[in-house]
């Protein structure tokens, strides 16, 4: 066994171990004669892994008084923790508890072991050196020669670096399904804008135990990877967790015998190890998290071997989405940006469901183009107005939507015909209409918004759906056949105060309850509807001098008119529904005065 940088300070000391060790003797010279540190590092290992050196540091106040240490070190978290069990184990006997004493070094778990006798003479100091190495030497080679039975493939190295030319995009837009086992690392990289990681021991926990739930059946869909020519887009969280789990487990002996057994899990190993080799972070918060998750996944060791790692690289799939402009990736998944935005409600919603959909088809990847095509800002438009009908409808506040919302339009989870929970009679109507229509003609499917949900490739549906009837009134020119409805909307988007966030809160509530009845009854009796939502909507802000969402949120729920369309049976409930005349505020609209004036619905000239 070899070994290197030994710092001599006493040709009396260097001696002893000239015959023992071969010193590089370069490193001498800029060693000061008065320094009284000494490092006996033994060879065998990558240091790039595991450094392990025999050291002592001299107290201030005697020459020699010291404690010698063995320091076992990596340059990455527990990439020796085979190695420290492995010691720890043989050296636990009776007589070597009483001489040795493990300890913690930089949060990681017996990385020190200690001589409990303190050394004062120089002949003290040479003798617990002696012992130290007569105990721990013969230990090291035999480690070696058993990992060496081992690991015929696996060796501690860089692993596959990135592959540039592997990882463009061939296509504007590409789809993969890939298990674990065929994702390959050297086709992802972390780009400096992206935000750092975050994920904590609840989320790794998580991912864990998804696994194990689902292990029994035949694929599980983890979420969607969208790259930009290998940059990481949308999925980093995962993915870096996944290869943290990957990480620590090939070091289990069965998971390492398995990979030696198969080339694809090789690929797999050398391209996590070359991942992590060039992926760095400087954030003290992802580097806390990182350590922490490894401390978490090391605790749950046991449960983490060979038929969790079947289950995991085989079963276990992403949607891998490849891009090459890097404004349609930004598009994709606008809220990752370089200034760390949170995840918006929409896009947890586009992964969930994504992860739902348990066999991609071709209408599933329209959908998906479909919904990047939307503008971020009408996107988050559309579901504050779907949120604010579902519940305004059951006379609930909604003055905003929120990640923490999202529930609200998470449902019925159906795969291979089947559900993952009863079907409850609330249920009944939905999983009906699912068989019915899905995968016939999902565009025919009767969405309705105070409906049952269901997740996967109808929740796309239904978003593309709701979508189109929201262009719809947005649009005068689609309201061809309903020239009373096309001239209030073309009213709405032109006149002078149109603009105030008061009017804009107002706008909302009526495209509310207009997609609200399109919904219920279509366009039957449209042009009669939209007088009626016309003068209860904006009825609140000719009224008022100033308007706040607190105002109209306060104003439904006092009001009526949700829940009449809620329960009405057909439009003529709708048209009956009485609204009294508004005295109009001095600050408001003079177009929107002279239509209140038109409709006989002003009390004030």
Known sequence: MGSYNIYRFEDEFYDVFKDRYEPDLSSLSNRSIKDRYLVLSIGGFDPQ????????????????????????????????????DYLVRMTNTENLRQELKW??????????????????????????????????????????????RKERFLRYSPGTPFDKTGAQAKHDLEYDILRIKELDFSHIEIPGYQRTYKWGRKNVNQLINDVMEFRNDSTYRLGTIVLNNGDIVDGQQRVVTLALLLSQMFRNPDIKLEINEHPEYQKLYASVIGFWGRTKYKSAIAIDNINHNLDLIKSRESELGLDFFHTLVEKCEFVVVRLKSQSEAFQFFDSQNSRGKDLSPHDLLKAYHLREIPLFVEHDKENITYWQKIQTEDLENLFLTMFRIKRWSKGLTARFFTKDDSGAFKGL?????????????????????????????????????????????????????????????????????????????????????????GDTYIRSLFDALMIYYVDKFGYEEIDRASEQFFLYAYGIRISNSKVSIATVDNAVLSGTMFRTVRDASSPLDIMNAELVSVKADDNCSVLLKNEFRRLNKLTNP
């Open 49 to 84: 892994f595991v450094r392990i050196i025999y050291s002592y540091d001299k107290a201030s106040d005697w020459p020699y008084r010291s404690r010698v240490e063995l320091r076992i070190e990596g340059e990455y978290p527990y990439t020796h923790k085979d190695l420290v």
């Open 103 to 148: 300890l913690p070094l930089n949060f990681c778990e017996n990385s020190i072991c200690r001589y409990q006798i303190e050394t004062i003479e120089w002949g003290d100091f040479q003798r617990v050196l002696l012992r130290m190495m007569e105990i721990f030497d013969p230990l090291f080679a035999e480690y070696n020669k058993s990992q060496a």
């Open 413 to 501: 989870s159906i795969k291979d015909g089947a559900t993952k929970r009863p079907i409850f009679p609330l249920y009944g109507p939905a999983f009906y209409l699912y068989h019915h229509f899905a995968g016939i003609e999902p565009e025919r499917f009767p969405f309705q918004l105070d409906g049952e949900i269901i997740n996967g490739s109808l929740f796309f549906d239904m978003i593309r759906h709701y979508n189109r009837v929201r262009e719809t009134i947005y649009n005068p020119k689609s309201l061809e056949k309903h020239p009373k409805t096309r001239q209030l909307i073309d009213l709405l988007n032109t006149y002078d105060k149109r603009n105030r966030i």
